[in-house]
């Protein structure tokens, strides 16, 4: 049933956890659509044939709605269309939370290709590389002008934005290939911007990754780039922008708030409230710093906007997240754990 | 062009120059009407040429730049210079006073100026067009606009100024339904279409400002790098969507309401019924105005719009979708137990009330947010507002440019023709656009000069439903320009009809009554024998 509904519909394959549900939802309205659009022609046509125009000077009776008739007529669609409202929603907030073991992956679009960056090292060109099972959080921005990111057999999307981070996770459940779309129309070349996400079983994905690591030679993926990890190039970026004249990674508080063990705190604002620190707030303090002052501080931070590049902020993001207050008997986890937001 | 009648507002005065100084708002009206057909010409070549590039996959005649400037100048002589004057501006201005007794609109030298600012933006637009032709789309989005190289700002202000024509004609029909109907016209009588007019009226007074704030931000941005909506200057290009689509996601409701007057009037007409609830299209109308200003961010669910908005806005775009689900109802019931004609306008307004129906169901989809999630920015969108402005909108223009053509004529069309045309319109109509919006679900983005092969087939099938449509549309323009000097004359009320616009003649006089109408009934009243309910 799923199946011929699909191709019925003329939906591509489904590539994601998500592609499942929302086809369901999908085959709900659709058909609701067509039996009403059924019955409405119906009675139409009945209504065409039946009182039919016979001479020019028919006589016609006055019938105007009972007010039960007008509450029917409110109430029924009403109804109907808040009861999608919540089942669309409840998928809705799921697929807007990603969850806490998800693997990160960075994307950065830019006029006409996608970027994929590993926080353990590797970043390719139009190629994303996923392991099957497993949720993968995309932390999306662009170099230039708004793209969106877009796999139709994921049923997804999410705009890529200069200046900010946006997320969007899936979780592929099957090895396979999925074509990649810019969505957002982005100048001359909009068209040409294509990708693919390539899904591996688990342990190819391992081993893929290892080799990566290892800076092998890959010759089945022609995508891949220089191994240096993206939290080694942000300490890196932090030093040569001056980041660390103010801000100290010992957990000492100097100019600025120390960046020790601030990914995932609870920042209280200067004028009240608290902010999550964030990937999407860490990227706007560093775009646009006296937006959220933390509490304690003056307002002397510099705006970076147009000084760091994407990769060069994500790069500084990843560095702030790998800085973790040692903890007696955890060792480091190899990639960043995620905390989610609640948004 | 020769007027059956003797005295009527076509024959007083027949120089070019008493056309161009007119304060008759029926002149006005039929001015409005040639230019919003003349761009809707435009619109449709430059539709074509879409259609035609998207034939194969990679090259077919034009390149990417050329496509996008396509695009670009496609959608906006077919928002601005076409939709959104073509049925309040032109069949407003002249049915209007008609319908409520009235001698003119309230301030008639206001009603001139729009037609000189409509045309003076125009100009500057098309000529911006072609000059540089910008390559941004009709929704302008930042950074792109403020970066591209092409010639926006031209674009931009041609728009600007049209808005400003948009803001006087809605301001003078909000002071003209209440200060000038007939006396015994009380609001309940009012017919529907000045009803949905005045609804219209409101949107454009309170929404159309943004649009030209949004509209000059984007102007300083280019000119003087203000660095509002530039990222790189610290700017927020999120915002430009909020702001755009505060006005147009209401104007959208502009492009609509309009044609539901034309599909409430044109119902009742051709089946001899008054309105199944009068009540509840009046209330739906007002209704669809207020809650309209409060879903705008239904455009913006990808774009990392919180959560909890996104769940608002979803919320609210249900409730707006309930005002037109009502107003389905009520056509439709008006044409229980009527005699209906089968007339072109009747079947335009079937044809309406059809593409309504899906429009909004496939609007009613996106606004469940996990759905919007594939379908936005594909075709599927691009199917979702073609069935509603093209479906709905252009049904319902035909519809009045047929029901209305011996009022503002005197003259008669070729009636099994027009029926003829018809029904190709409705058949070009489901070609062309529902295999859009099966490419939508296969996930084929908008605005792409290029595509990868699977999505050939189907911009095939839709391609050739456009060369339908065009066709349809010429065989309507010509035998309604052989009728304007060739049609036999009409009468007074051809249709038979009870709408307040027929009881002047047709044409009408240049100061509409001879004597003052009455009102003792609302407007469509045929009935001999009363029923209360359907029931
Ligand atoms: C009745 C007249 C309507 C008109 C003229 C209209 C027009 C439009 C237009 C022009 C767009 C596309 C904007 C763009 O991306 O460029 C659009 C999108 C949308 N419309 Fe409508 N619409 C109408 C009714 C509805 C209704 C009744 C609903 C909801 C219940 C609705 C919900 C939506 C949604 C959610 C989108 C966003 C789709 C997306 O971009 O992903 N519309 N509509
Ligand atoms: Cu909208």
């Known amino acids: ?343 | 062009m020769s007027p059956p009648a003797a005295e009527s507002y076509l024959s007083d005065g027949r120089t070019v120059w008493s056309w161009l100084t007119t304060h008759d708002h029926k002149r006005i009206g039929v001015m409005f009407l040639g230019l919003t057909l003349f761009f809707f010409f435009l619109g449709g070549l430059f539709a074509l040429a879409l259609r035609i590039e998207l034939l194969t996959p990679g090259r077919t005649v034009m390149g990417h730049l050329a496509y996008n400037r396509m695009f670009t100048l496609h959608g906006v002589t077919m928002v601005w210079l076409f939709m959104i004057p073509a049925i309040p501006s032109a069949f407003g201005n002249f049915l209007v006073p008609l319908m409520i007794g009235a001698r003119d609109v309230a301030f008639p030298r206001l009603n001139l100026a729009s037609v000189y600012l409509y045309v003076l933006g125009a100009s500057v637009a098309l000529w911006g067009m072609f000059e540089g032709g910008a390559d941004t789309g009709w929704t302008f989005y930042t950074p792109y606009s403020t970066t591209t190289g092409t010639a926006v700002l031209p674009v931009l202000v041609g728009v600007f100024i049209i808005g400003f024509s948009t803001i006087l004609t809605g301001l003078n029909f909000i002071a003209t339904v209440h200060t000038l109907r007939a006396p015994g016209l009380t609001w309940m009588k009012v017919p529907l279409f000045v009803w949905a007019i005045y609804g219209t009226s409101i949107i454009q007074v309170l929404a159309t400002p943004v649009l030209g704030m949004v509209l000059l931000l984007v102007a300083l941005e280019r000119v003087v790098g203000a660095g509002i909506f530039d990222p790189a200057r610290g700017g927020d290009p999120i915002l430009f969507q909020h702001l755009f689509w505060f006005y147009s996601h209401p104007a959208v409701y502009i492009m609509v309401l309009p044609s539901m007057g034309v599909i409430s009037e044109a119902v009742s007409a051709f089946s001899r019924k008054n309105a199944f609830s009068y009540r509840m299209i009046v209330y739906s109308t007002l209704g669809i105005a207020f809650v309209g200003f409060f879903t705008w961010g239904h455009h913006m669910f990808a774009s990392g719009q919180s959560t909890f908005g996104s769940g608002a806005f979803g919320a609210m775009s249900m409730l707006v979708a309930i005002f037109t689900a009502i107003k389905i109802f009520s056509w439709l019931g008006t044409l229980y137990r009527g005699s209906i004609a089968i007339e072109s306008p009747l079947i335009y307004t079937l044809g309406f009330m059809f593409f309504l129906f899906f429009g909004g169901m496939i609007g009613v989809a996106y606004a469940t947010t996990s759905l919007n999630l594939h379908w936005h920015d594909t075709y599927s969108v691009v199917a979702h507002f073609h069935f509603i402005m093209v479906g709905a909108t252009v049904m319902a223009f035909l519809a009045a440019l047929h029901y209305w053509f011996p009022k503002m004529s005197g003259r008669c069309f070729p009636k099994k023709l027009a029926n003829g045309a018809a029904v190709l319109i409705i058949f070009g109509f489901i070609a062309t656009f529902v295999p859009q919006f099966l490419l939508g679900n296969l996930g084929m983005p908008r605005r792409y000069a290029d595509y990868p092969p699977h999505f050939q087939s189907l911009h095939v099938a839709s391609t050739a439903g456009a060369s339908l449509l065009a066709f349809g549309f010429l065989v309507i323009a010509a035998y309604l320009a052989w009728s304007l000097r060739y049609g036999a004359a009409a009468g007074d009320n051809p249709w038979g009809s009870e709408g307040f616009e027929w009881r002047s003649a047709s044409p009408p006089p240049t100061h509409n009554f001879t004597t003052p109408p009455e009102y003792p009934t609302g407007p469509h009243e045929y009935a001999r024998e009363e029923v209360p309910h359907a029931a």
């Open chain 1, 1 to 343: 049933m799923n199946e011929l509904l699909r191709r019925l519909f003329f939906l591509p394959e489904q590539g994601s956890t998500f592609a499942v549900k929302v086809d369901h939802l999908h085959y709900v309205l659709l058909l609701t659509t067509f039996a009403v659009a059924v019955g409405i022609g119906a009675v139409g046509i009945f209504f065409l044939v039946r009182y039919h125009r016979r001479t020019a000077s028919d006589p016609t009776p006055r019938v105007v709605a009972a007010p039960w008739m007008e509450a029917l007529f409110i109430g029924v669609p009403l109804s109907l269309f808040l009861l999608w409202f919540v089942l669309g929603f409840k998928q809705f907030v799921w697929v807007m939370s990603p969850p806490q073991d998800s693997l990160d992956v960075y994307v950065t679009g830019k006029q006409w290709m996608w970027k994929f960056t590993y926080p353990g090292g590797p970043s390719a060109i139009d190629r994303l590389v996923v392991p099957a099972g497993r949720p993968v959080r995309l932390l999306l921005t662009s170099r230039d002008v708004i793209h969106s990111f877009y796999v139709p057999d994921f049923r997804m999307k999410r705009d890529a934005i200069p200046g900010r981070y946006t997320d969007l996770w899936f979780e592929a459940p099957r090895p396979g290939r999925h074509l990649v779309l810019c969505a957002e129309y982005c100048g001359l070349d909009h068209s040409q911007m294509r990708g693919e996400v390539v899904v591996l079983p688990p342990a190819d994905f391992e081993a893929w990754q290892d080799a990566q690591r290892r800076n092998l030679p890959v010759a089945a993926l022609p995508g891949a780039r220089t191994p240096e990890s993206m939290a080694v190039r942000g300490e890196r970026v932090a030093a040569a922008q001056g980041c660390l004249q103010c801000h100290t990674v010992t957990g000492a508080p100097h100019i600025g708030p120390t960046w020790l063990g601030l990914y995932g705190r609870k920042e209280p604002l200067e004028g009240g409230g608290v902010v999550l620190a964030d990937e999407a707030y860490l990227t706007e303090s560093m775009m646009d710093p006296l937006a959220k002052v933390v509490a304690g501080y003056a307002p002397v931070m510099p705006g970076y906007h147009g000084r760091l590049s994407a990769e060069d902020s994500g790069a500084l993001v990843e560095f702030i997240k790998s800085l973790r207050p040692p903890r007696p008997g955890v060792t480091a986890a190899e990639e960043p754990v995620y905390v989610p937001t609640g948004r």
